[in-house]
């Protein structure tokens, strides 16, 4: 039995794809199935399902699947501790986050905790928000960073995982103010062109996605299924990156729902103008996730910490 093994386990059971599953652990999709059926051997049981659409957990892999999770969290916990006692590692304080948050609201968030005492060491993963929560259930990181809606459940266990709130953002549904000008051509000159007019369902407005991976796309998909003009509403284009989507919005490609921690700035500047109105926009939370189970040190007093703050 091997960590890597545990790990492919886990992520064949969560993106439900050896192609899928292999792109996210990083090696070929060969490699990959081998491991599996390696683990499988070494099991001696059955441990998937293959169907051509995919990949379901058997019964036995059901039920191997939460002792996984622990087992490789108290592995990668224990592996860290026993190298800090050791002075093999600094204290260092691991986070995983959304690109989203990466870029722009991470090293503001951490220089505001750190007013008047600065933090030892820091490590960022950024990732999407299926491999953050990877990350996160797999014990490889301490905290994780991500944007949450309260009715948008996460894949993380609650009675594992814990979470607090530490700031709030909002979608806005954003068009580049080129496109929003062609758009606004022929209306009534009169009134002039207001983006926040734009019907839903105007075929001349092309929508950009977010892919399944993306956390922003759970909550996004959430909101528009209970609307009939964007049922059956096909995407120009997909990723699970907003700043992809809003690289493509700015070049005038179509609509995207951004993050306005991440686009005011190009919103502000008018570079980038409303395509819907405001009913169209979805509050959300930003939040920081943990293990409920004993974390370092180190990350148990930045926990209390954040704990002080207003």
């Known amino acids: 039995m091997e960590l890597v093994w545990l790990e492919d386990f886990i992520a064949l059971a969560e993106h439900g794809s050896f192609v899928r599953a292999a792109e996210a652990r990083h090696i070929t999709q060969p490699a990959f199935s081998r491991r599996i059926r390696a683990l499988e051997a070494w099991m001696d049981v059955t441990l998937f399902t293959r169907m051509p659409q995919g990949t379901s957990l058997t019964e036995a892999g059901r039920a191997m699947h939460r002792g996984a999770l622990e087992s490789a969290t108290r592995l990668h916990r224990l592996r860290e501790e026993v190298r800090e006692v050791a002075g093999k590692t600094a204290r260092t304080l691991q986070f995983a986050a959304t690109h989203s948050l990466s870029f722009t609201f991470f090293p503001r968030w951490i220089r505001q905790i750190e007013k008047g005492a600065p933090l030892e060491a820091l490590q960022l993963h950024t990732e999407s928000m299926a491999e953050c929560e990877q990350r996160l259930m797999q014990g490889r990181v301490h905290f994780l960073l991500s944007h949450r809606h309260p009715e948008v459940p996460t894949r993380l266990d609650p009675g594992r995982f814990e979470s607090r709130r530490i700031a709030q953002d909002t979608l806005v549904p954003l068009i580049g103010a080129e496109l929003g000008r062609k758009l606004g051509e022929g209306k009534d000159a009169a009134a002039g062109f207001d983006p926040e007019f734009l019907p839903a369902d105007d075929p001349a407005v092309p929508y950009l996605a977010y892919t399944d991976a993306s956390g922003l796309g759970r909550i996004v998909s959430h909101r528009l299924r209970s609307d009939a003009e964007f049922a059956s509403r096909a995407p120009l284009f997909s990723s699970h990156l907003a700043a992809v989507l809003m690289s493509m919005a700015l070049e005038n490609k179509g609509m995207a729902w951004l993050p306005l921690i991440l686009a005011e700035s190009e919103w502000r500047g008018r570079q980038l103008v409303r ?7 979805i509050p959300v939370e930003i939040h920081i996730a943990r293990a ?7 990350a148990e007093e930045f926990w209390q910490r954040l704990a002080t703050l207003p």
């Open 275 to 281: 395509a819907l109105g405001p009913a169209w926009d």
């Open 292 to 298: 409920r189970a004993a974390l370092p040190a180190a």
